[in-house]
């Protein structure tokens, strides 16, 4: 039972780290304090800012009170009812957080590559302690969508998720899309905007958009599901020529996580989870987001479709669901009760990607004379591969005019959903008819 408003003297809330994330951290739980002590019940103090270096210039904290900072985290995390993680990385952040759970503090994480790889053992320990472990902003950033699948679709049975979940590489196929910039320089920008993460590899080669994947999975269909288990591959292979190429045929490049009830061979029911970049039709909800915003669309049985848009990055907007799951945190240290603890009673198999059947578009250059596009169709109807679409665009995306019986023409097929083996086979074999000159790409088509 919690004490009475009456009664309750201040929650002591330790942050650490002091950056991108954390420095709007604490300019919010500062600036805004006299409104979270109304909605919690009891104020907020904050007693501490863990850092690496305490005597580095801080030009996004500004607003910070620098008596606070410490470089003494292990000594912080156990003096606070409210431990705040956003530094990042898995080591030290893991034992800090442990350290905290044990010492009876209540945590709140904006770390998905900590959940990903570890997240049952900090669930574990938080059940144990009888403790809260609240991350809404460990998956895009701002938009509540945590908290809507773990608890407001506890009731229904979700399907299919297809997020749109990283906003640096979001930023750089809508920059490469909008202003024909390289990629280099959009992810620089991304950078420059507080986006990426440190490394940007762990952005544009789908690492965080495959933690986030895992998170959303595990808690969309009550199964463990850890960063091992997402089928990745990230847009450094994505060339300008393919997103001119996505614009003449309707579509947009997206990097997808999703995450699906699929059905292998044998019958079994199982759950897909994969990071790819995907063509999504310009139809598609998910095709308007632009920049760096992040969106999630939600397919479950009772509900239908749901889309979930915001901002998925920066400072303030992750900001904003932290200081949410602080709130909620805190509230329950007021008035009782606990929020939710980890799920995984369905123990469902996670099946290969290529269990997920979806369509493909295969583009190809081929010598343009008669004939050659019977020889294509019929390789895709000894594989099984059914045609949806063949388009023959009358002026390819260098901008050159086909050249009559003699040139090249760039052949753009959409098949009806496949299988994954059907479909590589079938490309194997299209890649040695005499008139095919290159496969020039491959790619899925999601959200149709
Ligand atoms: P930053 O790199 O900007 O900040 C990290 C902070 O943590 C710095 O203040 C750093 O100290 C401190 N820190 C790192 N390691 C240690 C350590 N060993 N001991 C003490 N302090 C340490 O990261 P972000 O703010 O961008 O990200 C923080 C977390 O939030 C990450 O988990 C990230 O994935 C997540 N996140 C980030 C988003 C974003 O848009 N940036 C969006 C959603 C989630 P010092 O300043 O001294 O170096
Ligand atoms: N680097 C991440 C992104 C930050 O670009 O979306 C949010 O997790």
Known sequence: MGASQQEQGPLRVALLGCGVVGSEVARLLTQQSADLASRVGAPLELVGIAVRDASAPRPLAESVDRSLLTEDAEGLVTRADIVIEVMGGIEPARSLLLRAIEAGAAVVTANKALLAEDGPTLYKAADTAGVDIYFEAAVAGAIPIVRPVRESLAGDHVRRILGI???TTNYVLDQMASTGMSFDDAVKQAQDLGYAEADPTADVEGF???AKAAILAS?????RVSLEDVAREGITAITADDVAWAAQTGHVIKLLAIAEAVTGDDGAHGVSVRVHPALVPLTHPLAGVRGAFNAVFVEADAAGELMFYG?????SPTASAVLGDVVSAARHRVLGGKGPEESIYAALPILPASTAVTRYQV????DDRPGVLAQVAQVLASKGVS??????????SDGTQGDGPTGVAHLVITTHAAAEAALAATVDAIAVLEPVREITSVLRVEGA
């Open 165 to 167: 979940v990283n906003g």
């Open 208 to 210: 965080d958009a495959a």
């Open 219 to 223: 808690l969309a269909f009550h199964t």
């Open 311 to 315: 901002r998925g990055a920066g400072g």
């Open 363 to 366: 583009r190809l250059a081929v």
């Open 387 to 396: 045609i949806e679409a063949v388009r023959q665009p009358s002026e390819p």
